[in-house]
């Protein structure tokens, strides 16, 4: 009955064709942005030492991977935190120099601005990362789950705080925080190599991946705070 | 975050003629609804399109059922129905509501307006909202079974 209530609902509201419509769309058709053309005209607008520096990263990070020292994927995973920070200074820009009154002028919201740029330069960190795993795993003990998951977890943290204090922090210290958070994260990460070595063993994998859906649930959170905090300003 | 102009033309025209019953009046509104949100760089691409869209054919729907009526043109019937007793004596259910619970149905049922788009439409919750729609398709399906 349900199913046949609403397929009758439909055919009730019945209302006569319109005589118009052709000629209407055929002079005011205008062409809408996808997301990807969004995705792609954001990723203009990222400055080219963001571009640069990821990919000196990932050439730090090529040379690690092609050593033949045991604790290099450890070592590169310290060193991701650096890569998040990079997206991190890209995401706080517009604020960091008082463009956002300019920005909410634009025809694209502000949030859909932000967040094609962020998906931009994420995307290409997630892309070198896919691209660097394999090969890190290559010729180490570690697989690539395990691999994989030792290079995002620091990542991912890195992005969730540095989202998280850049909302609180504005301006130029709001980066410097950031960087400082960056920074921790990396420290920790060679300081657990130095003394708590056990941590990469297989035996800790459980918690590592505990922190992995811990950190993938804060970024994504941290993104959509960042997100409606833009929509805020709108309408403050 | 792109519109389909084609398809929500003929979903605002639908509504437009439901609240007007006039083809060509409906058509107008439906037109001039579309030029005004082509019209505003502010709210096109802000995610709250069809909320806007309906915003101002609502007022401008408003607006017009004040202007005094001209006598509508008979309109044309549905070309085919799977179960024309059940489309009739729905027809005849659906003009027994008030016209703000017949208009949730249209947008809800008929034009798929998503609910969240309705909750800030009518500035209600979403429990409030699936309530209310529960509430008139319940009473529908009774009377039409009782």
Redesign the interface.
């Known amino acids: 009955?349900?199913k046949?209530?609403?397929?009758?609902?439909?055919?009730?509201?019945?209302?006569?064709?319109?005589?118009?419509?052709a000629a209407?769309?055929r002079t005011?058709?205008?062409r809408?942005?996808?997301?990807a053309e969004?995705l792609l005209s954001q990723a203009g607008y990222v400055r080219w030492w963001t571009w640069a520096l990821s990919a000196a990263l990932f050439v730090i990070l090529l040379l690690l991977a092609a050593g033949r020292e045991p604790e290099r994927v450890w070592i590169s995973a310290a060193l991701t935190p650096l890569l998040a920070l990079i997206a991190i200074a890209e995401w706080g820009r517009s604020r960091r120099y008082g463009m956002e009154e300019l920005e909410l002028c634009c025809?694209?919201?502000t949030g859909?601005v932000l967040l094609a740029r962020m998906a931009s330069v994420g995307l290409l960190h997630l892309a070198l990362l896919a691209v660097f795993t394999p090969m890190l795993a290559a010729k180490g003990e570690a697989g690539i789950l395990r691999a994989g998951i030792y290079l995002l977890t620091p990542y991912l943290l890195t992005a969730s705080l540095g989202m998280e204090l850049s909302r609180r922090i504005r301006g130029q210290e709001g980066l410097l925080v950031c960087t400082a958070a960056a920074v921790l994260v990396c420290v920790l990460g060679v300081w657990a190599l130095g003394t708590r070595r056990s941590l990469y063993q297989p035996e800790y994998l459980p918690l590592w991946q505990i922190a992995l859906v811990l950190t993938l649930g804060a970024s994504a959170w941290e993104t959509v705070q960042c997100v409606k905090g833009t929509e805020e300003l709108?309408w403050s | 975050m792109a519109l389909d102009i084609e398809e929500q033309y003929d979903r605002i025209y639908r509504y437009c003629w439901f609240r007007l019953r006039d083809r060509h009046r409906a058509e107008d509104i439906t037109q001039e609804t579309f030029l005004r949100w082509l019209a505003s760089d502010t709210w096109r691409d802000t995610g709250q399109t069809l909320q806007y869209l309906y915003t101002i054919a609502r007022n401008l729907c408003v607006d017009e059922s004040r202007k005094p009526a001209v006598d509508p043109l008979p309109e044309d019937l549905p070309a085919e129905e799977s179960d024309p007793l059940l489309s009739i004596a729905l027809r005849h259910e659906l003009e027994r509501l008030s016209p703000e619970d017949r208009e949730l149905v249209l947008l809800r049922v008929v034009n798929e307006v998503p609910v969240g788009v309705l909750c800030r439409l009518y500035g209600v919750s979403r429990f409030a909202l699936y309530r209310r729609l529960r509430g008139i398709l319940k009473g529908l399906r009774q009377r039409l079974e009782g």
Do not use: I
């Not at chain 1, 046949?4 to 419509?21: D, N, S, V, W």
């Not at chain 1, 809408?32 to 997301?35: D, I, M, Q, T």
């Open positions: 009955m349900e046949k209530l609403y397929e009758t609902l439909k055919g009730a509201f019945h209302a006569p064709p319109p005589e118009r419509k209407f769309l005011h058709r205008r809408e942005l996808s997301s969004l025809r694209m919201p859909a709108q």
